[in-house]
Structures are given as C-alpha cells and as structure tokens.
C-alpha cells in the first residue's frame, strides 16, 4: 500500500498560497484524561451508565472517529505524540511516563502543532494537565520555587499557560506561564510533598474550564485566530468532583467525574456559541488513553455489590482492576474492547474522539478509518496549509480526507500503539500485531504471567475486536511482513514520506531489557 501524506503532500513541493486570517478557523483540543471507550454514553449506548450528554451532542454535531488511537497507552507519551506529530517511543521515554519534577520531554528545537499554527498567525495558548516535563530550578539540591520553570508550554509554542503539572503528584499547585501561582512548601503527606496553603483539587477542572472560556470571549473577535489545548485532568485520580456533581452518576466518584468532564466540554462549547466562534472553529475531543484499572464504586455501593455475590478479591486477579466493580454495576468502561489503560491492546489506546468543523464535516457523520493522534499536527498544517519541515511530525498524516468524507484510501499505511513497559503493537488494516507475550501492562496476563504463551499476539480485528484468538501460529508471513515493516519505520525515523531521519535514542521493539522504572506508571 503506498503510504502517502495524504491532503498534505502538495504542500510539500508547491509554493505556498498564504491564507488570510479570516480564512484560518480557531482550532480547540480538547483532551481528557483516563476516559475509556465506552464512559461516553453515545459510543456504549447499551453498556454505559453515565450520562454524557454534551459530549453526545458534539457527536451529533460533527464525526465520530470510531477507530481512533491514542500513541500510548500511557499519559506523557500519548501528550508529546499529540503536540509533535511524532511517536513518542522515538524519544528518550521508551516506557512509563516522565516522573515527577522530571525534565523537558519535547526538545527546544522540535517543532509542535503550537509552533506551526504560532507560525500562521494564531494566537496559541495551553490550559491543564502538562505532565511533559520542565527544567526545574534548583538550588542546594532543591526545587526553587522563587524562579521562573523553563522548557514548559511557553518555550514550545504557546502564548499562554495556565495549569498543574501532574495532577495527582507534587507540587500540588497551578503554574502560570513560567512561574507557580503562590509558592509551595511541605505539605500535611511530608516527605517530598508541596503544595501551596490553599490548594483545594477540587478547583482545578472547573478553574481550567473557566479559564479556557474566559480566553475563547477575549480571544474571538481580534482578527486574528487561537488554537486552544485543553488538557483536562479528569477524570483521571484523584477523584475530586466538585459539591454539584457528587453523586449525580449513581456509580460513585468516577461516575460523578466523568458527568463533570462532559459538563466541562458543553461550558468551552457554549462559550464558542457566545463569542460568536463556533461556526469558525474546529473542535476535536479525545482521550489520552483507556481507564484505569484502579477506579471503581464507593465503599457502600461495594458492600451491597458483595451481599450480590459479588467476589472483589477474584475480580481484582491479574492486576489491579477495581473497574470490574463498575463492570458488576453494568457500566463497561472499556466498551467492547480488551484492556485498560496501560495494556498493548485497545482497551488501553482506543480513544472516544469527534471532531466538529460546521460547514466541513457532517454533522452526525462516522469515520471508520484506522486513524491516531499523532496525525493531529499534519491535519492542522493541512487545514492552514502549512509546510511541515522534513525533521518534523515525522509520523503524522492529514485525517482531512476522513473528516471530509473524501477518503478513497486509508490516511495511514499502518498505525504503531505502545504499552506501559515499553511493548510494541502495530496494525495494517485488519490485522494487528503485538510484539509480547501479555498485556505489555497492568492487564492480565502481564509480564510475568505471561511465561509459556506465545511472543508474539496477531489478531484480526474485523471479526475479534475483543482480542481473543491469537492467530500468530496460523499467519507467520503477516507477522514477518508486520514486524518488517515496524523494523522499517524505526530504521527510518519516520513512517511518513520524506528523508530519513534520527531517532533521539536506539529502539528496541522487543524490550528484551525492561527496566522497572519502564514498568511503572501514573
């Protein structure tokens, strides 16, 4: 299959025709953090039990990318592959996710969709969740909070910043731009936790909401115009739904979340619809990977789960999988899919994603297409009609063919996903290929249970979309052609069109030397 940079190409060898600004639509990611496939009720409509309502309307109102990925089954590698258009395995992180107080992920001379469309004229600015590391200052060995954090959100791109770090790590705080919003010290944990004295973490999702309309009303009638990041925090742990939203689910803290991540989304829409912004702007929503296996049900709902018959310890066998209590109140987090977050299958990387574009994509429209997140900087540069440099977005493909309903072809050839530890997958149209024995994760069978089964996994998910008949032994010539190809896109730097290029460390996809810090998570 000829692998082309889709709508993009010409761009590529033609002169450029500069749009005006007028031309240009605003441009709204959205991102959520740890919401599975099926938490959103118009994707699982038989099998979820939260009420999703503003994000069904988006549904309604532009297309469903109904196989659409996530680059990891993890946070920081699926966010860098969002904002630079490049696998995040080609990195320094070749698992897990960068820790705390850990530094700038995104190198200062790479280019991210922030620089680009900067380029173009828009405003550009950044609210949330970041968790892609920064240069801390320090001094005598420890954090100073007193100085500036640089090789954050605006040394790569945006504007404007205003958000945490890592939610549901230290230091507990808001960063704006380059500095914290007060100044943290030793909290009541001890240890290595700061916080500043009024830290309250139930503020964050509706302070980060409020923030990002306050920005779209100033924003929209300059004559110039903004592509916003949402990263929401929610309903990633802790668990923190505001006084409104408890208990409005019926299934506990993560059910309340979830209601008030939707409720977020339907705030940043009407603000769009207030400005008098909407119909110029693109909205794209998605997740940065499946649930976590570590959220369920409330104490008393458990209780009355277990007078049921309910068996927590031999639900929770294999890994930590406290959603199988939401599974026992008939909420199926996963949908259809196998796996959560950090496994190699799609539990863990397909992601909920729609994308409105009034007057370019059909409302109520569905894209089948094998698509990732990683092609979202391409599609921008694509809508603007922006070269993308050869050392850049090295694996991103313009979705404008699927979102237009256009596509005679597949965007991609084949789409890479990444495990917790570091395992590889890869699909090329039906057929997937995972490079290890297990989950590649927390799912069972993990690693070390794993011993006897088979190295590798392939399946075809045009008749076994829940992953369970394993037809390696069956099909060896598509898993040489699958792992050639794989070898192919590492060798090259890139899976796009275009010279070759350098990985910023050596790759191997068969993670025969795991660390334990590759196997650790958030």
Known sequence: MKNVRSLLAPFLFAPLLALHAADKPNIVFILADDLGYGDVHCLNPDRCKIATPCLDKLASQGMTLTDAHSTSAVCSPSRYGILTGRYNWRSRLQGGVVTRYGSALISKNRLTVANLLKQQGYDTACFGKWHLGWDWPKQGGQ????????????SVGFDYYFGTDIPNWTPHCFIENEHTVGIPVPGKKGGNDVSVSDWNEEAMLPTFTAKTCDYIAAHANTGKPFFVYLALPSPHTPLVPTKEWRGKSGLGEYGDYVMETDWAVGQVLAALDKAGA???????????????????????????????????????????????????????????????????????????????????????????????????????????????????????????????????????????????????????????????????????????????????????MSKDISERTNEEGSHP???????????????????????????????????KNLSNKEQNGD
């Open 278 to 460: 909407a119909d110029n702007t693109l909205v794209m929503f998605s997740s940065d990977n499946g649930v976590a296996p570590y959220v369920g049900v409330d104490s008393e709902q458990l209780q009355q789960l277990e007078a049921k018959g309910f068996n927590k310890k031999e639900a929770e066998k294999g890994g930590q999988s406290r959603f199988k209590e939401l599974e026992a109140m008939g909420h199926f987090s996963s949908g259809e899919f196998r796996g959560h977050k950090s496994d190699i299958w799609d539990g863990g990387h397909r992601v909920p994603t729609f994308v409105r574009w009034p007057g370019k994509v059909q409302p109520g429209s569905t894209g089948g297409q094998l698509v990732s997140l990683v092609d979202f900087m391409a599609t921008c540069a694509d809508i603007v009609q922006a070269k993308i440099p050869d050392n850049a977005a090295e694996d991103s493909l313009s979705m404008m063919p699927v979102l237009t309903g256009k596509a005679a072809a597949p965007v991609n050839e084949a789409v890479v996903f990444h495990s917790i530890n570091g395992s590889f997958g890869i699909q090329q149209g039906n057929w997937k290929l995972e490079l290890c024995a297990g989950s590649g994760g927390w799912g069972h069978p993990n690693q070390k249970e794993s011993k006897g089964l088979p190295p590798v996994q392939l399946y075809d």
């Open 143 to 154: 954090i100073d909070f007193t100085q500036p954090i640089k090789s954050g959100p605006t």
């Open 477 to 511: 010539e598509i898993v040489s052609r699958l792992t050639k190809l794989l070898e192919k896109y590492v060798a090259d730097g890139r899976s796009t069109p275009g010279p070759v290029q350098k990985n910023d460390v050596k790759v191997d996809i068969w993670k």
